[in-house]
């Protein structure tokens, strides 16, 4: 799936870029993940009660082959069939995912810049 395709997509939902990740995208709002791409299939992210919603029409967690065995993140969830043809209806799945990713990103610790090693330099 390209970027046209998935600013197409998401237009009521409002500016979205993406950025290459593991064989596919992420796709990110306000500087925040909130959905991939991978395979042409486009997964949001996702909690429990989210997950449940999603679950119910018809959407299936992400999940990738790793070292022959399947892998499933249950994380994110696929879009479903009818939010595709539905732009305000893919914009209102993609806002709950969005505000999950701010939630998340407001309980990470903020690191400070004076916490980094200091260089050592060589004594003459």
């Not at 539905?86 to 209102?92: E, Q, V």
């Not at 939630?103 to 610790?109: D, E, G, I, Q, S």
């Amino acid at each position: 799936m390209d970027e046209d395709t998935i600013a197409d997509l998401f237009s009521a939902f409002g500016d979205v870029r993406t950025r290459r990740l593991f064989g596919g995208r992420g796709l990110y709002a306000d500087g925040l993940m909130f959905a991939i791409e991978v395979g042409g299939i486009l997964y949001l992210k996702a909690d429990a009660d989210h997950a449940a919603l999603l679950e119910s029409r018809g959407s299936v967690p992400f999940s990738y082959l790793a070292k022959g065995a399947v892998r499933t993140m249950t994380g994110f969830w696929s879009v479903p069939e009818a939010a595709l043809d539905d732009g305000d209806d893919l914009a209102t799945l993609a806002r709950r995912s969005l505000a999950l990713a701010r939630a998340a990103a407001a309980r990470k610790p903020v690191k400070k810049a004076g916490n980094r090693p200091k260089k050592k330099t060589p004594r003459g």
